[in-house]
């Protein structure tokens, strides 16, 4: 009894594993496609954005046409996205860069590369915050920087594992270069939307119930809390 039961469990598991395989291919697909679209330096932000917001979609078990839900929100948040991601995502690029061309001219060791790359990790890790950040609560525009950026620092375990999570994405590419083009970066979307949309979901827990805890003891709450779970989600 017990070993038709393992192995349709096992089955199960590879089929969802496929699954999200496939996911990947066609995020990465559709943020080639829609950054091209707008000629690189205006479609990547959209397109990471529609990438987050179409990934939270599949995470809440939703059914959807992904290509169009994908195109939708990559037009209706493209002056959002602009402005909000835009400025980051040049930043971080530039330092991954900097970082990239100073390892392999063999001159990192020195104080200010490993400033650099240190700079690189933290805008690589702040951005990487960001998108969902947008997509999943409503904050106003100039408040979604500094919110991922206090979010970073109150939440140092998990930007560590988005860090290790991004070590993983690089390695597996650097050694198979032929995931580039095809699931690297729809495998790097998928991962850092998931951990960053479960990330959020327990801290709003978290923060409902030390409410509930301070409401039950008598102490009153101010509705100034500069955590993420202090805005309702986004419905794009």
């Known amino acids: 009894m017990n070993a038709p039961a393992s192995g349709s469990t096992w089955a199960l598991r590879l089929h969802a594993a496929c699954d999200w395989i496939l996911w990947a291919m066609t995020l990465n697909v559709l943020w080639l496609v829609f950054t091209l679209a707008g000629a690189v330096v205006l479609g990547a932000a959209p397109a990471s954005v529609a990438a987050a917001h179409v990934t939270r979609r599949r995470l809440r078990g939703e059914s959807f046409p992904v290509w169009r839900e994908f195109a939708d929100t990559w037009r209706r948040e493209f002056r959002g996205a602009h402005i909000v991601v835009t400025p980051a995502l040049i930043v971080a690029t530039l ?14 060791g020195s104080p200010l590369d490993v400033l650099l790359v240190t700079a690189a990790a933290i805008a690589t890790i702040v951005t990487t915050i960001l998108v969902p950040l947008y997509v999943h609560y409503d904050l106003p525009r100039r408040a979604y920087l500094p919110t991922a950026s206090r979010w970073m620092l109150r939440n140092l375990a998990h930007a560590l594992l988005l860090a290790a999570a991004a070590t993983l994405v690089v390695t597996a ?23 960053c949309v479960a990330f959020f979901a ?15 003891a008598g102490r009153p709450h101010t509705a100034a809390d500069p955590r993420p779970a202090a805005s309702p989600a986004r419905a794009l």
């Open 95 to 108: 330092l991954l860069l900097q970082s990239v061309a100073a390892v392999r001219r063999d001159a990192f």
């Open 173 to 195: 590419s650097a050694v198979v270069p032929g995931l580039i083009p095809f699931v690297s970066i729809g495998a790097w979307l998928s991962i850092s939307t998931a951990l």
């Open 202 to 216: 327990a801290n709003d827990r978290a923060v409902i119930e030390r409410r509930e805890s301070g409401s039950a």
